[in-house]
C-alpha cells in the first residue's frame, strides 16, 4: 500500500496563477483532510470531506476549493494563487470506524512557493 | 474555542537524556489526545494517543499520561536518540462539524545531539 500520495512535491507560482494540488488514498477511507503548515503557526485546516461528494470548510478556507469526486482523490485547488499561500500543504485521511479510527494518516507534503 | 498550547522550542539535548516536551489543552467535552512526529522533510506520523482521563499512551520509548484535573498531555521519554531529532506535534480530536477533525500545536522541535 502506497497509504496517502500528494502531486506534485514542490511548485512555484507566480501571483494570480492557478493550480490544483492532488491527493490520493488507497486505505478506502471515508475522511480526508488538507492542512496547511506554516512556521510557528502549526497546522491548520483549510477543507475537509467526510465522503465522496461532500465538503466542507476547515479553519482557513479562505482562496482555496476542493472536490472529492472520487472516494481515493481529494483536490485542492488555489483559482488566484497569493503570496500569502505560500506554504506546505499536508493530505491526510481517516476511517470513520474500526480500530484506527482515531488516526490520521499524512502525505509527504507539497512545497508550494507563491511568488 | 479548543486549543492545544505546547512548549515552544527548539529543544536541544545530548544523547541519553531525559526529555519532556509539555502540551495542555483546552475542550469542550472529553476529546481525545495525540502527540504527531514529523521527520526532516516527511509528513505528520502519528506517535501514541489517549482517548480518556487516566490513560497512558506509549510508543517507541515515549509515554504521555491523559490528565484531566490538569487539562495536560505532557509527552516523555527516559533516553533520546539522535534518531529522535524531529517536531513533535499535540493535538486533540476536535467533535464539532466532523469526527475526526484534529486541533494542532504548533510544534515542538527537538534537537539531540551525539
Known amino acids: 500500500n502506497a497509504g496517502v500520495t500528494q502531486t506534485p512535491k514542490f511548485r512555484v507560482l507566480k501571483t494570480g496563477q492557478s493550480m490544483t494540488l492532488l491527493c490520493a488514498q488507497d486505505?478506502?477511507?471515508?475522511?480526508m483532510y488538507w492542512y496547511r503548515q506554516d512556521p510557528g503557526m502549526g497546522l491548520r485546516l483549510i477543507h475537509y470531506?467526510?465522503?465522496?461528494?461532500?465538503?466542507a470548510k476547515g479553519e482557513v478556507p479562505d482562496g482555496y476549493n476542493v472536490s472529492r469526486l472520487k472516494k481515493q482523490n481529494f483536490l485542492l485547488g488555489l483559482e488566484s494563487a497569493a503570496p500569502s499561500q505560500t506554504s506546505v500543504y499536508f493530505c491526510?485521511?481517516?476511517?470513520?470506524?474500526?480500530?484506527?479510527?482515531?488516526?490520521?494518516?499524512f502525505g509527504p507534503g507539497t512545497r508550494l512557493t507563491v511568488l | 474555542g479548543d486549543s492545544v498550547t505546547q512548549m515552544e522550542g527548539p529543544v536541544t539535548l545530548s544523547e541519553e537524556a531525559f526529555l519532556t516536551i509539555n502540551c495542555t489543552y483546552t475542550?469542550?467535552?472529553?476529546?481525545?489526545l495525540f502527540w504527531y512526529v514529523q521527520y526532516p522533510g516527511e509528513g505528520l506520523q502519528l506517535l501514541l494517543k489517549?482517548?480518556?482521563?487516566?490513560d497512558k499512551g506509549s510508543n517507541k520509548g515515549f509515554e504521555a499520561t491523559y490528565r484531566k484535573e490538569t487539562t495536560s498531555f505532557h509527552l516523555e521519554k527516559g533516553s533520546v536518540q539522535v534518531s529522535d531529532s524531529a517536531v513533535y506535534f499535540c493535538?486533540?480530536?476536535?467533535?464539532?462539524?466532523?469526527?475526526?477533525?484534529?486541533?494542532f500545536g504548533k510544534g515542538t522541535k527537538l534537537s539531540v545531539k551525539p
Open positions: 491526510a485521511s481517516s476511517s470513520q470506524g474500526g480500530i484506527r479510527y482515531n488516526e490520521q494518516f
Open positions: 486505505m478506502n477511507h471515508e475522511y
Open positions: 470531506s467526510v465522503g465522496e461528494g461532500t465538503t
Open positions: 475542550a469542550t467535552g472529553y476529546p481525545s
Open positions: 489517549a482517548t480518556k482521563a487516566d
Open positions: 493535538a486533540l480530536r476536535y467533535y464539532g462539524g466532523s469526527q475526526g477533525n484534529l486541533i
